[in-house]
T-cell receptor, first 110, second 113 residues
């Protein structure tokens, strides 16, 4: 079993829809949770960074962490074609390497 | 630009040759990470440094791979006797402290022919 599980998609939604991306994990020592966006042949770009459980909002993006369920989510409101990319969840403990999910390919249809 | 810089961006090499990649982290970032990514997969951890100390190396990494960060600033990743299976994107990231946000460079794409 992988430490971090992420549905690979692809996920296709119409422009303007709300997108929900999710990851589950098995290591209870994880404390820091991240979402990265990656365009084809580019490096990952940090979108959201949260510590422990709770919600964090930044513009059209909301990250949620539920440590009791070992489940994290990223919501994208008013999705745009420019949001089409691969979204990677990532997490780490207090003094450890960052572990990534396999990524979800998202396509926003105009 | 003060982001993470990786060179070269692309490298084509013949099987059996040695290659070396360089990563310049964001200044004042004391942690530096190396990852490998193949098509359709998430980044796979290779190794990371805190200052000049290599704190962890993936058990999946063969002895052909070595990384250094001699003065706690830039880092190099060397692959000896390259194989076709080494073809991938090699990513570098840096952060500050245990809980700092990690920022990635644009990667070095390696093709072994």
């Amino acid at each position: 079993q992988k430490e971090v599980e992420q549905d690979p998609g692809p996920l296709s939604v119409p422009e303007g829809a709300i997108v929900s991306l999710n990851c589950t994990y098995s290591n209870s020592a994880f404390q820091y949770f991240m979402w990265y966006r990656q365009y084809s042949r580019k490096g990952p770009e940090l979108l959201m960074y949260t510590y422990s459980s709770g919600n964090k909002e930044d513009g059209r993006f909301t990250a949620q962490v539920d440590k009791s369920s070992k489940y994290i989510s990223l919501f994208i409101r008013d999705s745009q074609p420019s949001d089409s990319a691969t979204y990677l969840c990532a997490m780490k403990g207090s003094a450890s390497k960052i572990i990534f999910g396999s990524g979800t390919r998202l396509s926003i249809r105009p | 630009d003060t982001g993470v810089s990786q060179n070269p961006r692309h490298k084509i090499t013949k099987r059996g040759q040695n290659v070396t990649f360089r990563c310049d982290p964001i200044s004042e970032h004391n942690r530096l990470y190396w990852y490998r990514q193949t098509l359709g997969q998430g980044p796979e951890f290779l190794t990371y440094f805190q200052n000049e100390a290599q704190l962890e190396k993936s058990r999946l990494l063969s002895d052909r791979f070595s990384a250094e960060r001699p003065k706690g600033s830039f880092s190099t990743l060397e692959i000896q006797r390259t194989e076709q299976g080494d073809s991938a994107m090699y990513l570098c990231a840096s952060s500050y402290g245990q809980g700092g946000e990690a920022f990635f460079g644009q990667g070095t794409r390696l093709t072994v022919v």
